[in-house]
């Protein structure tokens, strides 16, 4: 299996421009997440799907931030319009679903954001 | 504060040596704990789970204290490849995970 896929890997775009970050899960995988990580504030949750639904949106830090689900095999994540403070890596990890127990999540390879 | 904390280091130490990271939680309702590795500019990966009863793998022990709310990670004869930022992470009934801000290792020969 080629694992968590993210594109574009590297993003350098100019504050106000609208930025969009793309994750495959992996298949099979049914819940999957999109997380920040500065190193102000380390690794956050942004949003989480459960088959293709959004469950908890609540670490979105604004409007600016929107993430969509339209199949079980693809996911983004749109900032607009993009601002310095945004710059960050962004990771997508997929899971199995788990009921009530822990189901290892698996981590892409990050986008790392620039905004200037 | 953070749910949960972690001294960010950097840990400094000698090959073969003997470390441990602790990490405190604030949520005595995460229902399990996990610790995963990060190496510089790539991507988290899971380490090992931790559960009341402890676990080992190798030269890495894992315990749980939940009376007193912490983690901590053993890490006997380390070697150069241990270098990496450690992240001690909880799981609650939401099925979600809150990460610790990370302990940075450093092994230096």
């Known amino acids: 299996d080629a694992g968590v896929i993210q594109s574009p890997r590297h993003e350098v775009t100019e504050m106000g421009q609208e930025v969009t970050l793309r994750c495959k899960p992996i298949s099979g995988h049914n819940s999957l997440f999109w997380y920040r990580q500065t190193m102000m504030r380390g690794l956050e949750l942004l949003i989480y799907f459960n088959n293709n639904v959004p469950i908890d949106d609540s670490g979105m830090p604004e409007d600016r931030f929107s993430a969509k689900m339209p199949n079980a095999s693809f996911s983004t994540l749109k900032i607009q319009p993009s601002e310095p403070r945004d710059s960050a890596v962004y990771f997508c990890a997929s899971r199995e679903a788990s009921g009530s127990s822990y189901n290892e999540q698996f981590f892409g390879p990050g986008t790392r954001l620039t905004v200037l | 504060r953070k749910e949960v904390e972690q001294d960010p280091g950097p840990f400094n130490v000698p090959e073969g040596a003997t470390v441990a990271f602790n990490c405190t939680y604030s949520?005595?309702?995460?229902?399990?704990f996990f610790w995963y590795r990060q190496d510089c500019r790539k991507e988290p990966k899971l380490l090992m789970s931790?559960?009341?009863s402890g676990n080992e793998d190798g030269r890495f022990t894992a315990q749980l204290n939940r009376a007193s709310q912490y983690i901590s990670l053993l890490i006997r004869d380390s070697k150069l490849s241990d270098s990496a930022t450690y992240l001690c992470?909880?799981?609650?009934?939401?099925?979600?995970?809150?990460f610790g801000g990370g302990t940075r290792l450093m092994v230096k020969p």
């Open positions: 931790v559960y009341s």
């Open positions: 992470v909880g799981h609650n009934a939401g099925n979600m995970l809150t």
């Open positions: 949520n005595s309702a995460s229902q399990s």
